[in-house]
Nanobody, 121 residues
Framework: QVQLVESGGGLVQAGGSLRLSCTAS????????ISWLRQVPGKEREGVAC???????YYADSVKGRFTISKDVSKNTVYLEMNNLKSDETADYYC???????????????WGQGTQVTVSP
């Protein structure tokens, strides 16, 4: 069983940057793909980015060129670097484990508790 803890959320102005972290404890997440998803209250959860077990990265079209997902296996941590943030990207951001990266971001095995990102206009 893997436990995930997100951090790094906060308030930023539109056009600004934030780096989110997702640290895993328990079973090493070398065995999993790790995704970041986000959710605005009242809306469906949206996949943002995924990094596979072998380090391949995948992004939602809306964040390509602005967001970067990476991982530091020695720290059991996955990062989401978010640049040029937009006000409509205000949401709760979650990391999650999956067996593999999927375009529909389905098949989540474990969720973190989430971290809030607020982008002011």
């Amino acid at each position: 069983q893997v436990q995930l803890v997100e951090s790094g959320g906060g308030l930023v102005q539109a056009g600004g940057s934030l780096r989110l972290s997702c640290t895993a404890s328990g079973r090493t997440f070398r065995s999993y793909a790790i995704s970041w998803l986000r959710q605005v209250p009242g809306k469906e959860r949206e996949g943002v980015a995924c990094i596979s077990r072998d380090g391949k990265t995948y992004y939602a079209d809306s964040v390509k060129g602005r967001f970067t997902i990476s991982k530091d296996v020695s720290k059991n941590t996955v990062y989401l670097e978010m640049n040029n943030l937009k006000s409509d990207e205000t949401a709760d951001y979650y990391c999650a484990t999956q067996a593999e990266c999927r375009g529909d971001y389905a098949g989540v095995l474990t969720w973190g508790q989430g971290t809030q990102v607020t982008v002011s206009p």
